[in-house]
């Protein structure tokens, strides 16, 4: 299927849809009492899961009490990508696209460099039990298989009427979908060049477990051993040498230095050491 499919070829197509209570059956067989902590919506279209979630909890449409909220969908017609005007590609039926919200005490909001690491980490091992391999993170959060993209991550956070903050992680995960050479992406399919779709049920009850368990304990702590081990934090390899940065528009020459453990760049620009939390581009 192609990104301009409707609904309706897809239907026609009988993509095999996310069901809740399959869902929420697989999830209590690895864990028992994940359910009593989540929340699971799952939609046809919606605009953005990140969207809808942040509307819904800034107008009381939803209670977030001390769950996790997670909405999904089968199609976004409006998936947000990281940047301005960045689009997600969500076509109807064959990926993953799924949003968490939960509450954090504020001083966590100075932790969502290490959150998005950690979720990357979760992903990457995600992809490496489907014995994926070429898998490279593109610092902070952006996953590439083949030097295409496979996953994104975008962060958001609400702050609500009554002054608590709400993280919203937002998960694009290509599963079923065919390579597409224009957008330079792939997909777990395509990348293990299978014929068959993957069960996106239970990609979907795997990531759900691993992000519940990150976010129920706010512990984002990075295991950089494990990543090191990998070999795929490939800013590694570039460690000591000058690395081209473009933050809003400006251009930086600078030495790469190291990754902290909240998640930052460490850079030497002009003499002085910066830890830098986003970057535009980032070219070594
Ligand atoms: C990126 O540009 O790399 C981030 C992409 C994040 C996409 C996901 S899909 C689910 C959630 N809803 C959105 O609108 N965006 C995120």
Not at 9 to 22: E, S
Not at 45 to 54: D, H, P, Q, V
Not at 233 to 252: M, R, W
Request: net charge positive.
């Amino acid at each position: 299927m192609n990104y301009f499919d409707t609904i309706k070829d897809a239907n026609q197509k009988q993509t095999d849809l996310l069901i809740k209570d399959d869902i929420i059956k697989e999830l209590n067989l690895i864990n028992k009492s994940i359910s009593k902590f989540i929340e699971l919506k799952i939609f046809n279209s919606i605009e953005s899961t990140n969207e809808s979630l942040r509307h819904d909890l800034t107008n009381s449409l939803v209670q977030i009490d001390d769950k996790v909220i997670i909405y999904t969908a089968e199609h976004q017609t409006q998936g947000k990508g990281r940047g301005k005007n960045k689009k997600w590609e969500s076509p109807y039926g064959e990926n993953l696209y799924i949003s968490f919200a939960w509450k954090v005490p504020p001083v966590m909001l100075k932790k969502i460099s290490s959150l998005s690491i950690k979720l990357s980490q979760i992903i990457i091992e995600l992809l490496l039990d489907y014995k994926l391999s070429n898998i490279n993170l593109k610092w902070p959060n952006d996953i590439y298989v083949n030097n295409k993209k496979i996953s994104g991550i975008l962060i958001d956070i609400v702050k609500l009427n009554n002054d608590e903050y709400v993280l919203i992680s937002g998960i694009g995960l290509n599963v079923n979908m065919t390579e597409n050479e224009i957008l330079q992406n792939t997909s777990i399919k395509s990348a293990l060049r299978l014929n068959n779709n993957l069960n996106r049920t239970l990609v979907l009850t795997n990531l759900i477990e691993k992000v519940v368990a990150v976010c129920s304990k706010n512990n984002y702590s990075i295991d950089f051993i494990k990543l090191k081990e990998y070999n795929i934090l490939n800013y590694n390899k570039a460690i000591d040498k000058s690395i081209k940065l473009i933050i809003n528009n400006k251009e930086y020459i600078a030495k790469y230095l190291n990754i902290t453990s909240h998640g930052a760049l460490e850079v030497l620009i002009d003499g002085e050491i910066k830890k830098i939390y986003s970057v535009d581009k980032l070219i070594l």
